[in-house]
């Protein structure tokens, strides 16, 4: 689907919610397919923009924690970012500690909610690899 058809789905979700039966904005927003990616102990996040298909006007904002923690950490270099990834090998750097990402997006002052990773444990990616 072009770019065009998205944007023109995503302004009928926006301007006619009664008309369109639709998501609302902020959940078409939502990042998609949330995960890590590790290779040697090098451990990246991915995702994929929303459905409403608006890829790099999107913004990008990107938090972890280690499995347990009441508290997000936002990850500085990956705040308002532009990309569809994030490296947190640093933030992962304990192989044996369970770890969780998650991603939100904003659009012209819309944000969506966030999507969260999959519990990911480096040590356990690692094995499953070999």
């Not at 608006?54 to 500085?76: R, T």
Request: hydrophobic content about 35%; some cysteine.
């Amino acid at each position: 689907m072009t770019l065009k058809c998205c944007f023109l789905g995503f302004l009928l979700s926006v301007l006619l919610p009664g008309v369109v039966e639709t998501q609302p904005a902020n959940e078409s927003l939502k990042p998609q397919r949330v995960h890590f990616q590790s290779r040697n102990f090098h451990n990246i996040l991915h995702w994929q923009p929303g459905r409403a298909c608006l890829g790099n006007n999107s913004i990008y904002f990107v938090q972890y924690k280690v499995y347990g923690e009441k508290q997000w950490k936002n990850k500085e270099n990956c705040w308002g970012i532009r990309e569809f990834f994030c490296d947190l090998t640093n933030e992962t750097s304990d192989i044996w500690e369970p770890y969780y990402g998650r991603v939100k997006t904003t659009l012209a002052g819309i944000h969506s909610g966030w999507t969260m990773t999959q519990r990911f444990t480096p040590w356990w990616e690692r094995a499953k690899g070999v």
